[in-house]
């Protein structure tokens, strides 16, 4: 079974690629965070989460999910990690969760994927985007075959600035930066909902027809994304860059 978290599409696509080469099943992990489902999934089920690298670990709401499901032990689990650059010392911390968690790991594997977190970073263009998934494509296909035939992933070389990426930088990432105030509607804005209905968090509200922000906000942005007019900003970060969504 292949579980899926996913703002604007690239871990999806992902998922996706994997299930047609593995014929494992897909569930959204952010469908489930929607409904607040709790998944218990059959032993002779091989896991493979596929999800994006917020700060070089993955999302906090993505392993609190993980935690608060009940797995039986020993299950198999692999971990596909979706990155703009790199996913520093992710692996160090996956392996800390399936020991917590009393899961077999099988390894970790890191695709490179379009920059999305237009938050803090430049959003490619639409034909670089394209580029840059169709390099991908070869690294899903090898990682998938080694998930077909049970296979562990290769350990990664780590280096010191991993380290510090997915330790002390991913510690001030949520304080510092995982903030909703710099989100806004402009008067292009029609109203449509579509934002709150993608939330995974279920963290905007519309009022008086325009979109609210509350406090509990993961960042994946899919709110700004999806918008089919382009009303919304992130501060002036946001503004005049393209709107990436990984095309399923």
């Given amino acids: 079974m292949i579980l899926y978290f996913s703002g604007t599409g690239n871990s999806e696509y992902v998922a996706r690629r994997i299930s047609e080469e593995t014929n494992d099943s897909l569930l959204s992990i952010t469908v489930s965070l929607m409904s607040e489902n709790v998944l218990r999934i059959p032993k002779s089920q091989v896991i493979t989460f596929v999800t994006p690298t917020y700060a070089w670990r993955i999302p906090k709401v993505v392993e609190a999910w993980i935690k608060k499901n009940t797995y039986l032990k020993g299950q198999k689990v692999y971990f596909i990690l979706t990155c703009g650059s790199d996913t520093g010392d992710a692996g ?12 077999d790991y099988m390894g970790y594997e890191s695709i490179v994927m379009p920059e999305n977190y237009l938050a803090m970073f430049q959003v490619p263009e639409e034909e670089v985007a394209k580029e840059i998934i169709e390099q991908a494509d070869p690294v899903i296909q090898k990682v998938a075959e080694l998930i077909r035939e049970g296979e562990k992933i290769p350990e990664k070389e780590v280096r010191v600035l991993d380290k510090v990426k997915s330790g002390m930088v991913n510690d001030l990432f949520y304080p510092l930066f995982v903030k909703t105030k710099k989100f806004s509607s402009n008067q292009t804005c029609i109203g ?17 027809g325009r979109p609210v922000w509350k406090n509990n906000c993961t960042h994946c942005m899919a709110c700004i994304t999806s918008c089919p007019v382009e009303a919304i900003e992130y501060g002036k970060k946001s503004k005049g860059q393209p709107r990436y969504r990984c095309p399923l």
Avoid at 92 to 103: A, S, T, V, W
Avoid at 192 to 208: A, R, T, Y
Wanted: glycine share 4%.
């Fill in 192 to 208: 449509c909902g579509k934002c709150e209905k993608v939330c995974p968090l279920q963290n905007i509200v519309l009022k008086s």
């Fill in 92 to 103: 160090k911390y996956l392996k800390k969760l399936c020991e917590e968690k009393e899961l």
